[in-house]
């Protein structure tokens, strides 16, 4: 089976803090792509990173960083130092072979609130 | 380059209604894909295209449901008669590349309503 569980369904933290989104994936496929998305409250979901199955070197991008480990079957999203800008729902992503055609799996989403 | 835009923001109708969705990609992105999103669910597939033609219609729920893309611009998505299932978001997304690592180009959402 193709899927994304994202268990954690609403976070909520306090400006500066440090926060981990969990992504936990199935897949039947060897090539595989997983994303992350960013859905702020004007709606659009944004992209943020892409990853390819046979890359697990870890990414960090500012205050962002993804933790990718085959073995778990995890794609963990990393928030540093957390902003108040940073509260939007966020989605995990899984894209290949199995999932059919060219579509792309999303899990459920976690939605983080920061706070002042 | 505008991003992707749809049309309308929120609908809300009752239920038997008929209600059309719109969504204009970015120029230039043959493919377009429609997803939807119930209450707090999973962002779930509906179908693809590339330019007009229907690549993948796998994920449609029913009849009901009608989706075209003439002249392989811009796409409408019709309920008809609408029930209160089809409640949620609507997203249209696109992309260049009719590939599975190419991210996708989100608008913001038609949220409907049914009563």
């Known amino acids: 089976a193709q899927k994304v569980t994202q268990a954690q369904t609403e976070i909520s933290v306090v400006e500066k803090e440090d926060v981990t989104l969990d992504c936990v994936y199935e897949?039947?496929?060897?090539?595989?792509?997983l994303f992350w998305y960013k859905q702020p409250p004007s709606g659009e979901l944004v992209f943020l990173i892409r990853?390819?199955?046979?890359?697990?070197q870890n990414e960090i991008s500012g205050r962002y960083s993804w933790n990718f480990q085959k073995s778990t079957s995890s794609f963990n999203f990393t928030i540093t130092a957390s902003q108040v800008v940073d509260s939007a729902v966020y989605f995990c992503?899984?894209?290949?072979?199995?999932?059919?055609?060219?579509?792309?799996?999303f899990g459920a989403g976690t939605r983080l609130f920061v706070k002042a | 380059e505008a991003g992707v835009t749809q049309f309308p923001s929120h609908s809300v109708i009752e239920k038997g209604q008929t209600v059309t969705l719109r969504c204009d990609p970015i120029?230039?992105?043959?493919?377009l894909y429609w997803y939807r999103r119930v209450m707090g669910k999973e962002i779930k597939f509906l179908l693809h295209?590339?330019?007009?033609?229907?690549?993948?219609e796998s994920g449609m729920p029913n009849n009901r449901f009608l989706a075209e893309r003439t002249g392989g611009t811009y796409s409408t998505l019709k309920v008809q008669p609408a029930e209160l299932e089809d409640s949620g978001v609507y997203f249209c997304?696109?992309?260049?590349?009719?590939?599975?690592?190419?991210?996708?180009?989100f608008g913001n959402g038609t949220r409907l309503t049914v009563t």
């Open positions: 295209f590339v330019k007009e033609s229907k690549q993948d």
């Open positions: 990853r390819n199955s046979f890359d697990e």
């Open positions: 992503a899984l894209s290949g072979r199995n999932t059919g055609g060219f579509k792309t799996i």
């Open positions: 897949t039947r496929d060897t090539t595989y792509y």
């Open positions: 997304a696109s992309s260049q590349e009719r590939t599975r690592n190419s991210p996708l180009h």
């Open positions: 120029s230039g992105h043959d493919n």
